[in-house]
């Protein structure tokens, strides 16, 4: 898929796994793509990959958890590629605890950023999605926001916050050519899963779980993200995706 010629793509969260797999699937494609990560190394070494396979990308470092730092963040991405024509909201935080144990601040942090930093993030991206005349937005959620696990209530909580999100704005946006769409991810083998499968025994134990028997990849991922973002997915909007292998489909 090479339609993304000349557009500017901004992607959360682009400091690894999934979020790296995606800045750098959007940079092949053809787009100019602001890595955005808390971690201005990360940032750094994901802009660094794609430059040196070719592609154009600049790092952009923000705490998505302050409003004032996505303001900053959103401006700096639409002067280094000059506008904003794709947009990921990629950035969360994993939460494992039971619910009677969870302090307001864990509550406040993850929905902060799983949350309200998609919503401020997509907010002050509108105007330059607007002006694209072909904007993208795409929200990672999770299977988690689906079918809801034992000691993820507030992750999954904030997960399934993200699809209501996606449907209102779908809605609302589809006046100025603007799709929205979410992605749900499954088992990704990523740095957020691997204490779930530290283990020979848990991995197994999870791949057994899912009906193509292996563990998803970044790269799966970003395949859906490139194609909801490309011009083929133009009459697209309001859906859901889940990319998990099959893992949900007992629940769904």
Same mark, same amino acid.
């Given at each position: 898929?090479? $339609?993304? !010629?000349?557009?500017? *793509?901004?992607? @959360?969260? &682009?400091?690894?796994?999934?979020?790296? %797999?995606? =800045? /750098?699937?959007?940079?092949?494609?053809?787009?100019?793509?602001?890595?955005? $990560?808390? !971690?201005?190394?990360? *940032?750094?070494? @994901?802009? &660094?990959?794609?430059?040196?396979?070719? %592609?154009? =990308? /600049?790092?952009?470092?923000?705490?998505?958890?302050r409003p004032e730092e996505i303001e900053r963040m959103v401006a700096e991405a639409v002067?280094?590629?000059?506008?904003?024509?794709?947009?990921?909201?990629? =950035?969360?935080?994993?939460?494992?605890?039971?619910?009677?144990?969870?302090?307001?601040?864990?509550?406040e942090r993850v929905f902060r950023i799983n949350l309200f930093g998609m919503i401020g993030?997509?907010?002050? =991206?509108?105007?330059?999605?607007?002006?694209?005349?072909?904007?993208?937005?795409?929200?990672?959620?999770?299977?988690?926001?689906?079918?809801?696990?034992?000691?993820?209530?507030?992750?999954?909580?904030?997960?399934?916050?993200?699809?209501?999100?996606?449907?209102?704005?779908?809605?609302?946006?589809?006046?100025?050519?603007?799709?929205?769409?979410?992605?749900?991810?499954?088992?990704?083998?990523?740095?957020?899963?691997?204490?779930?499968?530290?283990?020979?025994?848990?991995?197994?134990?999870?791949?057994?779980?899912?009906?193509?028997?292996?563990?998803?990849?970044?790269?799966?991922?970003?395949?859906?993200?490139?194609?909801?973002?490309?011009?083929?997915?133009?009459?697209?909007?309001?859906?859901?995706?889940?990319?998990?292998?099959?893992?949900?489909?007992?629940?769904?």
């Amino acid at each position: 898929m090479s $339609d993304m !010629n000349n557009i500017a *793509a901004l992607v @959360t969260g &682009a400091g690894g796994g999934i979020g790296r %797999g995606i =800045a /750098r699937r959007l940079a092949r494609s053809g787009a100019r793509v602001a890595a955005v $990560d808390v !971690n201005a190394e990360s *940032a750094g070494e @994901t802009a &660094a990959l794609i430059r040196k396979a070719g %592609g154009e =990308a /600049r790092a952009i470092t923000a705490d998505l958890s302050r409003p004032e730092e996505i303001e900053r963040m959103v401006a700096e991405a639409v002067s280094a590629c000059g506008g904003i024509d794709v947009l990921v909201n990629n =950035a969360g935080v994993g939460s494992a605890a039971f619910l009677e144990s969870v302090c307001d601040e864990e509550i406040e942090r993850v929905f902060r950023i799983n949350l309200f930093g998609m919503i401020g993030i997509t907010r002050a =991206a509108f105007p330059h999605l607007k002006k694209s005349g072909r904007g993208r937005v795409i929200n990672i959620s999770s299977v988690e926001g689906i079918r809801g696990s034992g000691l993820l209530a507030v992750y999954s909580a904030s997960k399934a916050a993200v699809l209501g999100l996606t449907r209102a704005n779908a809605m609302e946006l589809a006046r100025y050519g603007i799709t929205v769409n979410a992605i749900c991810p499954g088992a990704i083998e990523t740095e957020m899963l691997a204490p779930l499968i530290s283990s020979e025994e848990s991995r197994k134990k999870m791949i057994k779980g899912i009906p193509v028997k292996r563990l998803g990849t970044p790269d799966d991922v970003a395949a859906a993200v490139a194609f909801l973002a490309s011009a083929e997915a133009s009459y697209i909007t309001a859906q859901i995706l889940v990319v998990d292998g099959g893992m949900t489909s007992k629940t769904i």
